[in-house]
C-alpha cells in the first residue's frame, strides 16, 4: 500500500490482541508489521511508558540500558495488563528493540493497552493488549460499567462481602473524610455482555435519570444486542433499561471508527464524540475525514435515531475523546488535534505536536465556539463536565509550557495534569496544573452542584496538591482530588500498590461524595472503601473507590 498519507489497520495474533494503525506522512508507506506470536506466559515482558515518543531518546534510553527501569515497569503477561494512551507514530521496520517499542506503543492514537517484548532469540515483537472499564453512578447509587465481552461472565461478579486478605489494601494520604455506608445496593444489580468472536470494547458510559444506560465503543466483525445484530466493524451505541435489558443499538461502520465518550440529556438523546476514517454515514448524514482521523459528534434521540452529525479535522489526526451535554442540550467536547482544523468561523492551529480542543455546539448542533491550548509538545483533553450555568471543566496532560488565557501552565516533569475551567461562552476562567518529575495524567472529571471539581487518573512519583504532597507506593499510582469552584485544592488523595494503578472515571452524587473506577495492576476484585462501591470489571483488573465529603 502506498500513499502520500497513509493509514491502515492490522490485526494481530494470539492472545487477543488489538488490531493496531499506522501512519506514515509524506512517503511512501508498506503495512507489513510483523505479526506476533503466541506469547509463552513465563516470557517476561516490560510495561511501556505512557506513550513517549520515540525521539525523545533522553527520556527513553536504550533498549538494554538499566536506565530503562526509570521509565518502565516491569511485568508479566498473566492476561492482565495498563492501559496506556499510545498516539500516530511514523512507522519503522520492526527488525530491532527500539522498533518493537514504536510497533507496541505508539500507533494509530487507539486508547488500548500494550505489554511488549523484544525476543532476542527469534528478534519477534510480542505484544498483548487488554482493557479496563468507565463507571458511573445515577441517583439511587446503582453502578453502571462498560464491560469487555467474555472477560468476566455475570456468574463470575464479585459480591460486595469484605476484600479478601491476600491484596493489599490502599492507603490513602491526606483523605477526605468517609461519609456514612450507603446501603441501597452493596451488590450488583445486573451484569451483562456482548460481543462476538473478535475484540469488542465499551470506551464510555452514560446514565439517564430513569437508570437506563447508554454505552459506546467499537466492536469488530459482528455483535448481537437482544434482537438487534450489529455488522461491519466501527463505532457503536446501545441503550440498556434499568434492569439491564438492552432497547436499541446501533452502530456506525468502518474499522477506523471509533466512539470514546457519550452523554445523556433530560430527554434521553444521546452524544457521542469518537475519531473516524473516511467516510461514515449516519442516518441521512455521510461524514467524510479530511484527514487520516476526523472528530465526529452525534446526537441521537431516545429511541436511538439520529437527530444530527458532524465532523470536524484537519489533515492530520484529530479524535473526539471526552463530551458533556448541559440542560440546554448543548454539547461540549474535548479532544487533540494537530494542525488545523475549522470549526464554524474558527481555525483552530496547533502550537506542538497534538494540541487540546473544547467545542460548544447548540442542540441542533451548529458550533457556539471552539477553542484550543497547548504549548510545542503533546497535550491533549482525555474528559470534560459541565455545570449548570454552562461552564466546563476539562482535564488531561500537558508538556512543557501552555498559555490558559492570563495563566501559563508549565509542566514540573515529562508530562503533568491540567485542570481549567471556561465560562460558558468559551473563556478561560481558571487553569492550574499538578506533576512532578515523571507522567502525570488527568483522564477523568466530575463536577457537583457546589461546581467543586473532582479529577482522576495516575501520577509518577511525588506530586504537590496544595498543602498535600502525594507519593505514589510503585512505578504509578492512582489519584483523586477535589478542587472548589475557583480552581483551590480542597483535598488530594492516592491509592496503589508496587505496580502501575490507574484511575479512569469519576462521577459525583448530590451529596458531594465521589465514585471512581480503574486498575491495580495484579488484582482482580473490586474493593470498596469509604462511601459506596465500586466494581472494576476488566481483563482481571479492578479498583472502586467511594470517597464521602471532604
Known sequence: MNATDTSCMTPLGNPAIVKVRYLKRNKDATCAPTPAPTVNPTQTFALLGEGLRFSQGERLAPFEDRRLSQHTGIGRYEGIVARYHPKDRLLQSIDTPEACYVYCSLNGGEEVPFLFSWNTVTSQCFCCAGVCTPLIVDPDYNVYEALLPGTLPPTSIPTATAPPTAPPTPTPTASPTPGPTRTPTQAPSWATSFGGTSLDEGRGIAVDASGS?????????????????????GAYIMKLDSSGSPLWATSFGGTGNDGRGIAVDASGSSYTTGNFEGSMTVGNTTLTSAGASDIFIIKLDSSGSPVWATSFGGASSDIGRGIAVDASGSSYTTGNFEGSMTVGNTTLTSAGASDIFIIKLDSSGSPLWATSFGGTGDDTGYAIAVDASGSSYTTGNFEGSMPV?????????????????????????????????????????AVDASDSSYTTGNFEGSMPVGNTTLTSAGARDIF????????????????????????????????????????????GLGLGLGLGLGLGLGLGLGLGLGLGLG
Do not use: E
Request: proline share 2%.
Open 213 to 233: 444506560s447508554y454505552t459506546t465503543g467499537y466492536f469488530q466483525g459482528s455483535m448481537t444486542v437482544g434482537n438487534t445484530t450489529l455488522t461491519s466493524a
Open 405 to 445: 488565557g492570563n495563566t501559563t501552565l508549565t509542566s514540573a516533569g515529562a508530562r503533568d495534569i491540567f485542570i481549567m475551567k471556561l465560562d460558558s461562552s468559551g473563556s478561560p476562567v481558571w487553569a492550574t496544573s499538578f506533576g512532578g518529575t515523571g507522567n502525570d495524567f488527568g483522564l477523568a472529571i
Open 480 to 523: 483523586i482530588m477535589k478542587l472548589d469552584s475557583s480552581g483551590s485544592p480542597v483535598w488530594a488523595s492516592s491509592f496503589g500498590g508496587t505496580s502501575n494503578d490507574d484511575g479512569f472515571a469519576i462521577a459525583v452524587d448530590a451529596s458531594g461524595s465521589s465514585y471512581t473506577t480503574g486498575n491495580l495492576l495484579g488484582l
